[in-house]
């Protein structure tokens, strides 16, 4: 169960850190929206994962 809680977050974590990224360089080239999505809503939501993802492998250790 810890292994499967460590895998599970390390893609949570990653696909935070890919959110932000995308929404960081959609706001750098003055796109202020993203699928309907504000680009500060979506880089909130990609700092949300990152921390989920965090907990989850600090709760499998």
Same mark, same amino acid.
């Given at each position: 169960?810890?292994?499967? /809680? ?17 929404? @960081?360089i959609m706001k750098l080239v003055g796109s202020?929206? /993203? ?17 989920? @993802? ?8």
């Open positions: 169960m810890k292994n499967i /809680l460590s895998i599970v977050g390390s893609i949570i974590g990653w696909l935070g850190v890919l959110i932000c990224f995308v929404s @960081g202020y929206h /993203l699928f309907d999505y504000e680009t500060m809503t979506l880089f909130t939501v990609g700092i949300a994962m990152i921390a989920t @993802g965090c907990l989850a492998k600090f709760e499998s250790k």
